[in-house]
C-alpha cells in the first residue's frame, strides 16, 4: 500500500470514530419503539440534531398553519417542512417514492384507510407514544402502527324550515316512512358508509334495509360539501350521510340546519403514521406525540372545528362526539371489501 492511500485510511478512520454517535446508530425501531423514562429527553437531543422532518397531510391549509405555529412554540429547534395533498395524490407522491427508495417523508396523515394501504406493501414503521393510554381502543392500531387524532361522524343532516323538531327520525329505519320519498338525499360516493352499515347489521338485514332506502327516490348528490348546502339553502330535506363538520358549520353560521345521530353513528378516522426509513424519527416522533395530546395538536382540531379524539377534548358542541354509540370503519375490512361493496353501492343508487 502506498504511503498516501495509507494516509487517507488514516484520517478516514480517525474521522469516523469522531463523528459516531449511539443516537445515529440505532436503527429506525429502535427509536420508534423506544418505551425508557427518558424517552422526550433522548428525541428531543436527537432532533435538534436532525433539526427538521417532512410532513405529508392532507389537512387543510388554514389547520395546518395553526398546527405548526402551536408545534413551533414548544420546539423552535424543529423546522417542519409542509406538503400538502389530496389523499389519492398523497398516496400516489409516496408509493412512488418509495419505490424509487427516494425518502423524503417523515409522518404521513389522511384517512385510515389510505394509511393501511401503506402498512400492508410494508411502508410504514410501528411506533410507541405515551399518548395512546388514554385513548379509546376503537382509535389505535392494535399493532402499533396508527393512533387517530380526528374522526368525521356521518350523521342526519336536516334542513330546520322543513323539518319539524317532531318529525326528525331517529332511527335508521325511520328514514323509511314514505312521507320522506323524493325529499331525501345521499352522497354519492359513500361506500365506506354504506359498508360499514351492512357488515354491522349483516347481509340480509342490510340488503333489506338499503333496498327500501332505495325505493324512497332519494336525490343523488355530489361532496359532502355541495350536500350540506343544498340542505341549507332549503333544496333537499335531510340526508343520512351527511358530514358532521357540514351539519356543525352550518349551524354554527346561522344556517337552518341541524343533524341527529342515528346509532350506530359511522364515523371515519384520520390519522398519522411513521413513514419506513424516515430521515429524521426523533423530530417526527416528537410531531405524532404533539397531535395527539391535550394541549397540542388535539386542542388545535377543536378550534378548527373538527372532531378531536382526545378523551378529555371535546368538538364543540360536545354532542358530536358523545351521547351515541358509533362504529368506525374498519380500515382492513375497507381495503378487502371494498370493491364489492362500491359495486352494490353503485347498482343500488347510482343506476
Known amino acids: 500500500m502506498k504511503l498516501r492511500d495509507a494516509g487517507i485510511l488514516f484520517v478516514l478512520g480517525i474521522w469516523l470514530i469522531l463523528s459516531y454517535n449511539p443516537a445515529n446508530a440505532a436503527s429506525l425501531a429502535d427509536v420508534a419503539l423506544y418505551r425508557g423514562a427518558d424517552r422526550q429527553a433522548r428525541l428531543e437531543n436527537a ?18 398553519r395553526k398546527m405548526l405555529e402551536a408545534f413551533q412554540k414548544l420546539y423552535p429547534f424543529i423546522q417542519p ?25 417523515d409522518v404521513l396523515d389522511t384517512n385510515d384507510s389510505h394509511i393501511e394501504f ?37 350523521l342526519l343532516g336536516y334542513n330546520t324550515r322543513l323539518v319539524k323538531p317532531t318529525e326528525v327520525p331517529q332511527r ?38 338499503f333496498q327500501r332506502l332505495r325505493s324512497q327516490n332519494p336525490r343523488i348528490r355530489s361532496g359532502h360539501t355541495h350536500l350540506a348546502q343544498l340542505i341549507a339553502a332549503g333544496e333537499d330535506f335531510l340526508s343520512p350521510n351527511a358530514h358532521s363538520q357540514g351539519m356543525a358549520s352550518g349551524k354554527r353560521l346561522g344556517a337552518p340546519v341541524d343533524w341527529a345521530n342515528l346509532e350506530p353513528v359511522v364515523a371515519a378516522s384520520n390519522v398519522s403514521a411513521l413513514a419506513k426509513n424516515a430521515p429524521h424519527p426523533n423530530a417526527a416522533l416528537i410531531f405524532l406525540d404533539f397531535m395527539l395530546s391535550r394541549d397540542g395538536g388535539q386542542k388545535v382540531i377543536r378550534e378548527v372545528n373538527r372532531i378531536p379524539t382526545h378523551p378529555e377534548v ?15 370503519i374498519d380500515p382492513v375490512k375497507y381495503n378487502d371489501h371494498i370493491d364489492r361493496y362500491s359495486k352494490l353501492w353503485h347498482g343500488w343508487f347510482l343506476q
Open 81 to 105: 417542512k409542509l406538503v400538502r395533498l389530496s389523499s389519492d395524490r398523497l398516496v400516489r407522491r409516496y408509493t412512488t417514492e418509495y419505490q424509487a427508495k427516494s425518502f423524503l417523508a
Open 47 to 64: 432532533a435538534k440534531a436532525e433539526g427538521e422532518f417532512t410532513w405529508y397531510t392532507t389537512l387543510s391549509a388554514e389547520t395546518n
Open 314 to 328: 371535546l368538538p364543540d358542541p360536545a354532542r358530536l362526539r358523545e351521547g351515541f354509540d358509533f362504529i368506525v
Open 118 to 154: 401503506f402498512r400492508r406493501k410494508g411502508m410504514l414503521q410501528p411506533y410507541y407514544t405515551p399518548m395512546a393510554e388514554k385513548f379509546d381502543k376503537r382509535f389505535i392500531h392494535p399493532q402499533s402502527y396508527w393512533v387517530a387524532n380526528r374522526v368525521t361522524m356521518t
Open 172 to 209: 335508521y329505519e325511520d328514514l323509511l316512512d314514505p312521507k320522506w320519498k323524493d325529499k331525501m338525499s345521499m352522497e354519492r360516493e359513500d361506500a365506506p358508509w354504506f359498508m360499514a352499515l351492512m357488515e354491522y347489521w349483516g347481509e340480509q338485514k342490510g340488503e333489506a334495509f
